[in-house]
């Protein structure tokens, strides 16, 4: 370890805008925090990405040039098989003192190496994730995870899973939760507010949810309980979902353009890359509405709690931890109780008002600056062993 601090080599595959073309999802957004933070929490940040295997992923090029993070000399997968062919021999070298991969892109290095393992999502529940190569992929993230000297948890939920379906022993894991940004928190331009929101055709008040629009993020039956609401409150609040295309989606974007087309109040952006713009959408909303079957965190709900927005949230997974009572929690598969907790969010000025400073105090404690303390701890417990 060096005089000035700890000298960390940071995966950031998941940010390189040649494979997300600007939009991120949360392990991406995970990824840009900690390279933002991590500094501040006294470490120097070498950012390293994986090229890919055109038979895995998108292949190996960049968009016109751009990258974030210096290319280590092979694709994941082929330094997987030539680990899996010589275990024990093959090192890939690492000019830091640690290694952290923020994905489950992980081998073995000449240095130790941190992992953050998100959720066993792609194991435990594969009808919910992408079929693509889906076994081959889950295989050896089986393989990888083996590889880590030390894991990061999101959330204390997790951990069982992580043990039970990645045989990750619990003493080797650390929770560090995620977190929003400090300008989150600021005081907003509502002017800019405003200028985002006419340039989308949007007015204030509307039911906002945000995810990649995929099984579990429950998108379907959110639209169901839109539906159910009384027809005054559906023309003054509109329904928006921000969030690209994901997999098995299909039967959801047709009912979104056939309520569209039927002159239903809804709104599709699914082309959204930039975060003011998608801070701006947040500010705008009356209610923030999460249905999701399953997550390992739940950036978004933290975003909206950040943005003073009242919450309503699966009793689900990883949820009930990250809200501790600052969001309505509802059972996500019951578009009736989903229906009538926006409807209690959106006319009960009490409720809103209750959920809106809880949300908050919430917020508060659920910084990226946080988490970058706590993970530069984790580091720091590693090197010490």
């Not at 000035?4 to 940071?10: I, Y």
């Not at 974007?253 to 569209?260: E, G, H």
């Not at 809880?358 to 580091?379: F, I, K, M, P």
Request: hydrophobic residues 45%.
């Amino acid at each position: 370890m060096s005089a000035g601090g700890l000298t960390v080599g940071l995966g950031t595959t998941m940010i390189e805008p040649g494979l997300t073309g600007g939009r991120l999802d949360g392990i991406g957004v995970y990824t840009g925090a900690l390279l933002r933070h991590l500094p501040r929490a006294g470490c120097t940040v070498r950012p390293y990405s994986w090229p890919r295997m055109r038979a895995f992923g998108k292949g190996n090029g960049g968009a016109a040039g751009i990258s974030i993070g210096q290319p280590l000399p092979q694709s994941f997968e082929a330094a997987s098989l030539v680990d899996l062919a010589t275990p024990g021999a093959h090192r890939v070298h690492m000019p830091a003192d640690l290694f952290h991969a923020t994905d489950y892109r992980i081998v073995r290095m000449d240095c130790p190496v941190v992992a953050t393992l998100h959720d066993a999502l792609p194991i435990k529940y594969p009808q919910w994730c992408s079929p693509r190569l889906r076994r081959a992929k889950n295989w050896l993230q089986r393989k990888a995870i083996a590889k880590a000297d030390h894991v990061i948890a999101v959330s204390h939920f997790a951990i069982d899973e992580l043990v039970e379906c990645f045989g990750v022993d619990r003493r080797r894991i650390s929770v560090v939760p995620n977190g929003v940004d400090d300008e989150w928190l600021e005081v907003p331009d509502m002017a800019a507010v405003a200028a985002t929101l006419a340039r989308h055709g949007l007015a204030p008040g509307y039911f906002l949810s945000v995810g990649t629009l995929q099984p579990r993020k429950n998108l379907e039956r959110l639209l169901d309980a839109w539906l159910a609401l009384p027809k005054a409150m559906r023309d003054e609040r509109a329904l928006v979902v921000v969030g690209a295309r994901g997999w098995r989606c299909e039967e959801l974007v047709a009912r979104l353009q056939r309520a569209r087309a039927d002159g239903e109040n809804v709104a599709w952006l699914d082309r959204l890359t930039d975060p003011q713009d998608l801070r701006h959408l947040y500010l705008g909303a009356g209610v923030f509405v999460f249905p999701s079957l399953y997550e390992g965190f739940g950036i978004p709900v933290v975003e909206a709690f950040a943005s003073r927005v009242p919450v309503v949230a699966s009793n689900a997974s990883s949820l009930p931890e990250v809200t501790q009572g600052a969001a309505l929690e509802v059972d996500p598969l019951d578009a009736g109780l989903l229906a009538e907790a926006m409807r209690t969010l959106a006319s009960d000025s009490a409720e809103r008002a209750r959920c809106i400073a809880a949300g908050r105090r919430r917020a508060e404690q659920l910084t990226w600056h946080s988490s970058a303390r706590q993970t530069a701890d984790v580091y720091r417990a590693v090197l010490s062993q």
